[in-house]
């Protein structure tokens, strides 16, 4: 297949990723890793789960413009939880080179299918105008279009889970948002717009942290070129989806993200089976 052919479509799948991603505010890691892994079977783990968080930081930090230009990110929980990822995503990236590529498909596979399940039993959240409690923060935000959300969290248990969200997501190279908007919305009660967009604020300094450490390594070696034809097409695929999150209620986004959590688990677990 001509050059030309490979890089085109490279670009084409980063904008589609880019859309999607931003969409759902999972930036997009969750579909280019196992895109990756059935594309190029013979790359490393370490060179799959590099390219994926440095194309998901060029896509977070795209969709983040959009976002904020949308008023939805709620910069408070942004900063502490992006804070608080970043000692989880380097220890992730040290941490990616003792699993092995067979049992990387099959928990990324089931990490998809129970945060999918979990989705789409409760694809709203618990989000409601309520009086401050004790050991949380209430947040009234009001969005370009008008809209106020009015809702409470706990900020000590959303840096906790931010921790840990961090040295997940890269160790399996997703960026973090395929577990951080779940968590938002469904432990920490945020509504899911609001959700998605802090959550692209947070992948940004995640991703970032985690791709420098993999460069740094020197994982990205031999990945660089293909990183840079598919970061042009999430450049401009973020500011799509970013588009598309404002005709689209809460409970759709939610459950396009089960849908594709369900799909992508599912090509990775035939492919560890070797089918």
Do not use: K
Request: net charge positive; with cysteine.
């Amino acid at each position: 297949m001509p050059d030309a052919v490979v890089w085109a479509g490279l670009v084409l799948m980063g904008a589609c990723v880019g859309a999607y991603g931003t969409l759902i505010g999972a930036g997009g890691g969750f579909v280019l890793v196992p895109v990756l892994l059935l594309l190029y079977p013979g790359d490393s783990t370490e060179l799959v789960t590099s390219i994926s968080l440095a194309v998901v930081f060029f896509n977070a930090a795209s969709g983040t413009v959009a976002y904020a230009r949308q008023m939805r990110i709620d910069y408070l929980a942004a900063n502490v939880f992006a804070a608080a990822t970043v000692p989880g995503a380097v220890a992730g990236a040290f941490a990616i080179s003792l699993v092995p590529r067979r049992l990387f498909d099959v928990v990324f596979a089931l990490l998809l299918l129970l945060a999918a399940a979990f989705l789409e039993l409760r694809p709203r959240g618990r989000v409601s105008q309520r009086r401050h409690r004790r050991g949380e923060v209430t947040r009234q935000i009001t969005d370009v279009q008008g809209d106020t959300y009015v809702y409470s969290y706990s900020l000590r248990t959303g840096v906790a889970l931010s921790v840990l969200v961090g040295f997940v997501a890269s160790l399996l190279g997703v960026g973090g948002g395929i577990i951080h908007v779940p968590v938002m919305v469904q432990l920490l009660h945020f509504p899911a717009h609001l959700a998605t967009a802090t959550s692209h604020y947070v992948l940004t300094v995640t991703s970032l942290t985690a791709t420098l450490v993999h460069v740094i390594a020197g994982d990205l070696d031999g990945g660089y070129a293909r990183t840079a034809a598919l970061a042009v097409g999430v450049l401009a695929g973020a500011q799509v989806g970013a588009r598309l999150s404002l005709r689209l209620g809460a409970t759709a986004i939610v459950r396009l993200l089960a849908l594709a959590l369900v799909a992508v688990a599912a090509r990775l677990l035939l492919a560890a089976a070797g089918v």
